[in-house]
């Protein structure tokens, strides 16, 4: 690996997944860094199933993104990902045509179109979409509590709105559905946060400013400079972090770790910040 030059530095994240399956499987993972223009990646990724090593097959995701498929047996699997990433300020990437037009449609969890309304009635005189962003994620940020197992698998940006509480994937389909009610581009991103006080994987949300994708994080936990991109799509049914496709399995334990490199940086959640 290349050393790092005086305007890149070099961050460490990984995690440690404990599935155990009871019948075979096909199971995706994505948690691998995604891989990105001037960025360099270190990287060992362990997967054994009944303490047999077994492969990994990389399938190619949005952004960069990687997604690792396994075919495993009943048993034990563990998983073990470590990386070293190296890496200069955040470069803005410009939107595609693909891109805005998925990023403006509703989706299973930002289902837009049901918040057209209230979305148009609080921010839709706002003359520039830099300034509808701004004040979305404000809004998000001050009428939605953070509470730890306060939402499941089926609380979509409705269900956030209308109880004023959830975890980090609820306040980034909110900000999605919300960006997507008054025309502007919005998906979201699985990353690893350092910084995080309880550190685990974090979703935030990327929307188009200027014809560039731009993060922002209602939840304002981490400071974004730090933050390392893993996965992109249209709401956390894109990007998370296993799907079992076929077969059975459940998680048993899921540890994450991510380190900046230096002291953390200050984020005033207000500035425009690129995600690596």
Do not use: K
């Amino acid at each position: 690996m290349s050393q790092p030059g005086p305007d890149r530095q070099s961050g460490h994240v990984g995690c440690s997944l404990t599935l155990e399956v009871t019948a075979p499987s096909s199971i995706v993972i994505q948690i691998a860094a995604a891989r990105r223009p001037a960025v360099t990646i270190s990287e060992r990724l362990e997967v054994v199933n009944n303490m047999v090593a077994l492969p990994a097959q990389e399938l190619t995701g949005a952004a960069g993104g990687r997604q690792h498929l396994l075919h495993v047996q009943p048993g034990s699997v563990t998983i073990e990902y470590d990386a070293t990433i190296t890496a200069g300020p955040g470069t803005p990437i410009r939107v595609t045509d693909e891109e805005r037009v998925a990023a403006l449609r509703p989706s299973r969890y930002c289902p837009s179109d049901r918040l057209t309304g209230m979305a148009l009635s609080h921010f839709g005189e706002i003359p520039t979409a830099l300034e509808r962003v701004r004040a979305i994620c404000d809004y998000v940020w001050r009428h939605v509590m953070y509470m730890s197992e306060s939402s499941g698998p089926a609380t979509d940006a409705v269900d956030t709105l209308l109880s004023a509480r959830g975890v980090c994937r609820d306040f980034a389909h909110l900000v999605t559905a919300l960006c997507r009610a008054v025309e502007v581009p919005a998906r979201v991103a699985a990353v690893y946060a350092p910084g995080l006080a309880l550190m685990d994987f974090h979703c935030v949300v990327e929307v188009e400013v200027d014809g560039h994708w731009q993060v922002w994080d209602a939840t304002r936990l981490a400071p974004r400079p730090t933050l390392v991109r893993v996965a992109t799509g249209r709401d956390a049914a894109d990007i998370a972090f296993t799907t079992v496709t076929a077969g059975r399995a459940e998680l048993r334990s899921l540890g994450v770790r991510a380190v900046a490199p230096g002291d953390l940086p200050a984020d005033d959640h207000d500035r425009l910040i690129a995600l690596g």
